[in-house]
């Protein structure tokens, strides 16, 4: 289903359905005996982290901390299906506990929707982690689970983003934190008695994530391919620039800044290939054929499509000395590995969202109006399109920083 779909249907049939969930709940909580639960370790936990590829990356460290505090407990997840490969090469968590959902289709959604509660039902589950930035289906979700305990981001006063009354280990979301720092809060509230819950004393800073252990023959295979279809990289440093904008163009920087970027990588004989999925393709033939207009003997390389897992783009990125990219998947899926990172944010900002990583370069020029997606508008941007905050930061800077990381790589 597209953004839009899935936005009205979680407006329109969630908070119906939140209001209903919160009413059940209340007369539930009524008539239940008085519950010893705080004083009892969890069972079962399942952490509830749709519809964000990259903030599977950066939930890592809560992953590690809930099995550190609770070793007892089984760990579950209740994801997209089609972010699943992410999570299992980061091996959190034992493969049969991630349960998914296909969003491909209403009916494929409501099907694995059912299969997931009915899972986490068997399972036990007795605290459920909404890691969703006001999502009411991920709120639903968590009630549906038969978890006891309910952990969520809350908006307090706040008008709007209404959520229901049912989770009840309320976290104030805050936008000045770090939203892996965010997600051990929301860890932390599981046995929290403060008021709010996430009055809890600091931590120290986001671990990085470890690097996933690739098979080193899916490494070779990458370079084989990569020698066998395109020679004219052989004895080059591989640059990888991703300039697709995903389902938010807004956060791409713009085509005409990616040209002027490579055409210096190129001039400073670099390889430049342009990654991404197969809709990216069109834009990804503009910026070759830009650059190899001004630079005809230039090895500039369309890989879209070109890695057919999760997996494979990783290998891509040890094979690779530098990615550039917009804000988005690639630059979280890059902390993963060894490879330098360059990430470009402006609707969004690092100070939310960057990659946990001593290898990764974020540039943000902070205008006013930046950021302009969070949570609170749904990740909606009011913007005309003239992401201003993204045109200002130019190509000249952001190849000065390229060339450092390529010299130290």
């Known amino acids: 289903m597209n953004i839009k779909l899935q936005r009205w249907i979680d407006r329109w049939v969630g908070i119906p359905l939140c209001a209903a969930v919160s009413g059940l709940d209340a007369v539930i909580n009524r008539f239940k005996p008085p519950s010893s639960r705080a004083d009892t370790a969890p069972r079962a936990i399942v952490v509830i982290l749709l519809s964000e590829m990259g903030s599977l990356v950066l939930a890592h460290d809560m992953f590690a901390r809930l099995k550190q505090r609770y070793p007892g407990a089984e760990l579950h997840a209740l994801l997209f299906k089609k972010n699943r490969e992410i999570l299992d090469l980061m091996q959190v968590m034992t493969p049969a506990h991630v349960h998914t959902v296909d969003d491909r289709s209403l009916s494929s959604l409501l099907a694995s929707l059912w299969r997931a509660i009915r899972e986490l039902r068997r399972a036990n589950v007795d605290v459920a982690i909404d890691c969703e930035l006001f999502s009411r289906i991920s709120s639903l979700l968590s009630f549906a689970s038969g978890a006891s305990v309910r952990v ?122 342009v990654i991404g999925l197969k809709d990216d393709q069109a834009l990804a033939q503009q910026l070759v054929a830009s650059v190899t207009l001004a630079l005809p003997a230039g090895p500039v390389i369309d890989l879209t499509g070109y890695t057919r897992s999760i997996s494979e783009l990783l290998a891509l990125f040890h094979v690779a000395r530098l990615l550039v990219t917009n804000d988005g998947g690639p630059g979280q899926f890059a902390a993963l590995t060894p490879i330098w990172t360059l990430m470009l944010f402006g609707p969004e900002t690092p100070g939310l969202y960057a990659p946990l990583t001593p290898r990764c ?49």
């Open 361 to 409: 370069h974020s540039f943000y020029s902070q205008w006013p109006c930046s950021p302009c997606l969070t949570a609170y508008n749904h990740r909606s941007s009011y913007c005309d399109g003239d992401n201003q905050c993204l045109k200002v930061i130019e190509p000249a800077g952001v190849l000065a920083k390229a060339r450092e990381c390529l010299a130290s790589a």
């Open 152 to 273: 969520g981001f809350h908006r307090h006063t706040q008008e709007g983003l209404y959520r229901g009354s049912h989770i009840n280990r309320r976290v104030p979301y805050n936008p000045y934190h770090h939203i892996s720092a965010q997600f051990l809060t929301l860890a932390r509230a599981i046995d929290s008695t403060a008021v709010p819950k996430s009055k809890l004393p600091v931590m120290g800073a986001g671990k990085p994530p470890p690097h996933v252990q690739l098979d080193s023959a899916l490494i070779q295979v990458i370079q084989s391919r990569l020698a066998q279809d395109f020679p004219g990289i052989a004895g080059k440093p591989l640059v990888l620039v991703y300039p697709g904008g995903g389902i938010l163009p807004i956060r791409a920087w713009p085509l005409a800044s990616y040209i002027g970027l490579c055409e210096g990588l190129v001039a400073d004989g670099c390889a430049v290939a």
